[in-house]
């Protein structure tokens, strides 16, 4: 047990902090990149973490869902930092990162997986970081001698031939809402998404003139409001299925998220394993195993004949 526990609940930022003989464990939640989802409430195997709804003032747009930790219940495992979608939540042992739950294969890396081909990239395109809603994505651009340059159109046509583009992103906080790569011209931007799975509006049950999940969703025009007052479900292919706009919902069945997939390095472990059966839909991770088992085994036997055919 700790000697000594510590939570601050500042305007910006929740901390946490336990300190013992050696180490040090602090968990930081910056509320300013937390958009107030679903999925570190789910992952939690303590079930610290707490979904609040806010108070909404008529006539102004709704507020995103406060997360809380519980002190008392949380152990500092790491589980929220690796699953946050937005980067919000680090978990730190002496002021470094616990990864341990990942580097031992207890818990997959939620990474980002990007490819680009920089050398294909328009010397003047902007796109991707123009389209990014978090403006996480900035655009470099170097001569031959290695010197930044700012305004490509002053170029000569060899100095634009000869100009190198560096596109930097910050993984850690992408939650792969692929707006990037679908206004990239040349499409040589591909995004990988952490979640598929699919949201649904049930147009019945959805209150005419209720609009909350439109304010929180943290992607811009994912869902809008149709001519007849209700939700809409607009470009599903940015959404993140991170549950925000279901926690605001004021009619349960109005609203429905179902996450089918979930990219990661598979892992055996109870820790992940309750994570999976909270956050995506049991069947299709069943028929998700099933697949990548037999396409094991497949490979199995080809390389096994092939050992035969050529000793």
Request: glycine share 4%; net charge positive.
């Given at each position: 047990?700790?000697?000594?526990?510590?939570?601050?609940?500042?305007?910006?930022?929740?901390?946490?902090?336990?300190?013992?003989?050696?180490k040090?464990?602090?968990?930081?939640?910056?509320?300013?990149?937390?958009?107030?989802?679903?999925?570190?409430?789910?992952?939690?195997?303590?079930?610290?973490?707490?979904?609040?709804?806010?108070?909404?003032?008529?006539?102004?747009?709704?507020?995103?869902?406060?997360i809380?930790v519980?002190?008392?219940?949380?152990?500092?495992?790491?589980?929220?930092?690796v699953?946050?979608?937005?980067?919000?939540v680090?978990?730190?042992i002496?002021?470094?990162?616990?990864?341990?739950?990942v580097s031992?294969?207890?818990?997959?890396?939620?990474g980002?997986?990007?490819?680009?081909?920089?050398?294909?990239c328009?010397?003047?395109?902007?796109?991707c970081?123009?389209?990014?809603?978090?403006?996480?994505?900035?655009?470099?651009?170097?001569?031959?001698?290695?010197?930044?340059?700012?305004?490509v159109?002053e170029?000569?046509?060899?100095?634009?031939?000869?100009?190198?583009?560096?596109?930097?992103i910050?993984?850690?906080?992408?939650?792969?809402?692929?707006?990037?790569?679908?206004?990239?011209?040349?499409?040589?931007?591909?995004?990988?998404?952490?979640?598929?799975?699919k949201?649904?509006?049930?147009?019945?049950?959805?209150?005419?003139?209720?609009?909350?999940?439109?304010?929180?969703c943290?992607?811009?025009n994912?869902?809008?409001?149709?001519n007849a007052?209700?939700?809409?479900?607009?470009?599903?292919?940015?959404?993140?299925y991170?549950?925000?706009?279901?926690?605001?919902?004021?009619?349960?069945?109005?609203?429905?998220?179902?996450?089918?997939?979930?990219?990661?390095?598979?892992?055996?472990?109870?820790?992940?394993?309750?994570?999976?059966?909270?956050?995506?839909?049991?069947?299709?991770?069943?028929?998700?195993?099933k697949?990548?088992?037999?396409?094991?085994?497949?490979?199995m036997?080809?390389?096994?004949?092939?050992?035969e055919?050529?000793?």
């Amino acid at each position: 047990m700790p000697y000594k526990s510590s939570k601050q609940d500042l305007p910006d930022v929740l901390m946490l902090e336990w300190a013992l003989q050696v180490k040090n464990y602090k968990l930081t939640l910056d509320k300013c990149l937390c958009v107030g989802c679903q999925i570190c409430s789910l992952a939690c195997p303590k079930d610290a973490v707490f979904i609040g709804k806010q108070f909404k003032v008529v006539g102004e747009k709704a507020l995103k869902s406060k997360i809380d930790v519980d002190l008392a219940k949380c152990n500092f495992c790491g589980v929220c930092d690796v699953t946050c979608l937005y980067g919000a939540v680090t978990v730190t042992i002496n002021g470094v990162r616990n990864t341990a739950l990942v580097s031992k294969e207890s818990y997959p890396n939620f990474g980002r997986i990007f490819t680009l081909d920089s050398k294909e990239c328009p010397k003047d395109c902007i796109e991707c970081e123009a389209a990014c809603p978090w403006h996480l994505i900035k655009v470099h651009r170097a001569g031959f001698d290695g010197k930044p340059i700012t305004n490509v159109s002053e170029l000569t046509f060899t100095e634009k031939r000869r100009v190198k583009i560096n596109v930097d992103i910050q993984k850690e906080k992408c939650p792969t809402c692929k707006m990037c790569e679908i206004k990239c011209p040349s499409k040589t931007l591909k995004v990988k998404k952490i979640f598929e799975g699919k949201i649904v509006i049930n147009t019945d049950k959805c209150p005419v003139g209720c609009h909350d999940c439109v304010d929180v969703c943290p992607v811009p025009n994912v869902l809008t409001v149709n001519n007849a007052g209700k939700v809409d479900v607009a470009k599903e292919v940015h959404c993140t299925y991170c549950g925000a706009c279901k926690n605001v919902c004021s009619t349960d069945e109005a609203l429905m998220i179902k996450r089918t997939k979930i990219a990661n390095k598979r892992v055996r472990s109870g820790t992940w394993n309750k994570a999976l059966e909270k956050l995506t839909s049991t069947q299709d991770e069943i028929k998700d195993f099933k697949a990548v088992t037999s396409l094991k085994k497949k490979n199995m036997i080809i390389k096994r004949l092939q050992d035969e055919i050529n000793p």
